[in-house]
């Protein structure tokens, strides 16, 4: 059998992100769960919420970027990921955005700039719709709205994404790819980003490998039937009250899909649109120069 990575061993509280000049690593204890966070950078804060199969490292490109630019950067590792617990509940996404709204107010932030990617994307919404007080704009990207067109993707037989219908079965999932997480994940990886980085492929599988990595990561799908009744009842017949941008790769996920989502819950004057060149699904790594730049000027606009 191919060896298997070692279980990735939690960094310390404060110990310096490797790579990354100015971060490090943070807990803190919400929603009755210790979350791990990179932060780093002072200004107008930023909360970059990350997608599957990845961890807070999906941003550390653009991380550095926007720090650079003055601003406070801050990474979470949602539940269910990386060195943040992984319980066995909480994972609809109005939970999964508690635990944001709460970090939130641990660091003493009032008002924030959102961006979320796949399933951090839907987490993303769900925070903007139930506390726009807190979210000054909101970036929704690769991915589509639990509710407001994901549904109609989800079903294999109907042309949707056939991972959907086995993550969704959070046991039979993790059975399968229980051992196998290599096998299972590297060609997806490989699949959702246009660079070939060996480094960033072994430390993901290092985090995924880890227990109860494989199951935590699912548990975002089990519920994303219930999901879509609750995002329905976040708006009723309302909009987002705050600015929206999307953002998909040249090469990710098809932009119609994500746009027609977004329309749905964005106020036509304050909503746009963009396409990252020289990207797939994984915006953040791909092409980290453009996308931070966009995302500055959708800030600062």
């Known amino acids: 059998m191919p060896n298997r990575p070692m279980p990735a061993t939690p960094p310390a509280e404060g110990a310096p992100a490797e790579g990354l000049a100015g971060f ?15 932060s780093g950078g002072s200004g107008e804060p930023v909360v970059l919420l990350h997608g599957w199969p990845f961890t807070w490292s999906e941003y550390r ?55 979320g990617q796949d399933i951090g994307m839907m987490v993303a919404f769900a925070l903007a719709a139930s506390h726009p007080e807190l979210v000054t704009k909101v ?10 067109g994901l549904e109609d993707h989800m079903d294999p037989a109907n042309g949707g994404y056939v991972h959907f219908a086995l993550h969704m079965q959070v046991d039979l999932a993790t059975m399968l790819t229980e051992g ?18 060996a480094a960033w492929t072994e430390e993901l599988l290092t985090a995924y490998t880890s227990p109860g990595a494989m199951r935590g990561g699912f548990q975002h799908y089990g519920t994303l039937l219930d999901d879509v009744r609750e995002s329905r009842t976040l708006l009723g017949e309302g909009k987002l009250a705050m600015p929206v941008l999307t953002v998909n790769g040249e090469h990710g996920i098809p932009a119609h899909q994500t746009v027609e989502s977004v329309r749905r819950v964005a106020e036509p004057h304050q909503f746009e649109q963009d396409i990252a060149p020289r990207s797939g699904h994984t915006l953040a790594e791909d092409n980290p120069a453009w996308y931070a730049a966009r995302l500055e000027r959708f800030f600062r606009d």
Do not use: C
């Not at 490090?24 to 990179?38: C, E, P, S, T």
């Open 24 to 38: 490090a690593h943070h807990y803190a204890k919400v929603n009755g769960i210790r979350l791990h966070y990179v």
């Open 61 to 115: 490109a653009t991380m550095r970027l926007l720090a650079a630019a003055g601003y406070q950067v801050i990474a979470p590792d949602l539940r269910g990921f990386g060195h943040s617990d992984k319980p066995e509940a909480g994972y609809l996404k109005t939970d999964v955005a508690q635990d944001i709204y709460e970090l939130a107010g641990q660091l003493g932030l009032r008002r924030i700039y959102l961006v």
């Open 139 to 148: 970036a929704l990207n690769e991915a589509l709205i639990p509710g407001f």
């Open 180 to 197: 196998k997480e290599a096998a299972y994940l590297t060609p997806i990886w490989n699949m959702m980003s246009v660079r070939d980085d």
